[in-house]
């Protein structure tokens, strides 16, 4: 039997595999019982995270542009001109590369939670303002809670922190790492049934009381 592909579990549960590589996983899960116990852990998991719907591939990506474009650009290229047709090239390689950027920090993100070992509770966090922050707060059976989280670069001199609100208090729970993409911390605090979390911008020196506004909460 093939060797089993542990790391690939959780990207084919989001759908994030291309075909070839999903073919192949489903063809192992086909014979393979151990990995169908394990994808069924990684279920719940990523149930709970509500993903939103698969992205295509980049090959499949590409070649729908340069099919719509052949069809549509390239038959007026004598009339718009050499000047014109290079214009609109280069606005397809940005549009493509900033496309390609969003979506690999999107699959950072998915790797990241479907590392998350099986048993973990998983708690969504819900952004506040900005529907394009992510975030979750792990809770493993054993161990420190930890964030994942897919937040911008904070402006010079600030950093993102952590809280955990009990009782209506906000006590500091830690900051995050000055980062570009998809990032981890642990929380420096204990969670209990009933506790929140949330995530603000303060002063990269950090905090005793959250003085803005929170842009991910969480509720355990």
Known sequence: MTPHPTDDLGLYALGLLDRE???????????????????????????????????????????????????????????????????LAVALVVSFSAFLH??????????????????????????????RLRGALVLPRDGVAYLVLELPPPPAGKAYEAWVIRGGVATAAGMAPVLTGV????????????????????????AQAPTSAPLLVGEV
């Not at 998991?45 to 590409?62: N, S």
């Open 21 to 87: 590589e999903r073919e192949a996983i489903e063809r192992h899960l086909a014979e393979c019982a151990v990995c169908q116990t394990e994808l069924a852990a990684h279920r719940p998991t990523l149930a709970a995270l509500a993903p939103e719907p698969a992205m295509p591939t980049a090959a499949d990506l590409r070649r729908r542009i340069v099919a719509r474009h052949e069809r549509a650009w390239w038959r007026g290229l004598p009339a718009l001109g050499y000047a014109a047709s290079a214009v």
């Open 102 to 131: 969003e979506r690999e920090l999107r699959d950072d993100y998915a790797r990241a939670l479907s590392a998350v070992a099986a048993g973990a509770r998983v708690v969504p966090l819900q952004p506040q303002a900005d529907a």
């Open 183 to 206: 990032i981890t911390m642990e929380l420096h605090d204990q969670l209990r049934a009933g506790d929140a979390t949330a995530i603000t911008l303060e002063d990269a020196a950090g």
